[in-house]
């Protein structure tokens, strides 16, 4: 087997922004930015979103209407079978 062909898989800790989470796993991700997490120093990753503050998961989805696609399906289409 060729070395140096593969990155280094160690721990590192991963911090979502928007929520405050901060976890260990095992990655191959890399950075120059390093964290005291459990009396450890370890890689540190920021990601913007997790389990923990992604909208699927958490059940906050919005509905973001910017154009009013609402507004122009209902004025095109209209509500079939309701009184007008």
Known sequence: MTKHQ???YRP???RDKSAGLVFLTRSTAQT????????????LVDVEISSTSHP??????RLVDTEGRVE????R???RGAAQ
């Open 12 to 14: 590192v800790v991963f």
């Open 72 to 75: 122009r399906f209902n004025r």
């Open 32 to 43: 120059t930015r390093t964290i005291d997490y459990e009396g450890a120093r370890y890689p």
């Open 77 to 79: 289409y209209g509500r």
């Open 56 to 61: 699927f998961w958490t059940g906050r989805d």
């Open 6 to 8: 593969h990155p280094d």
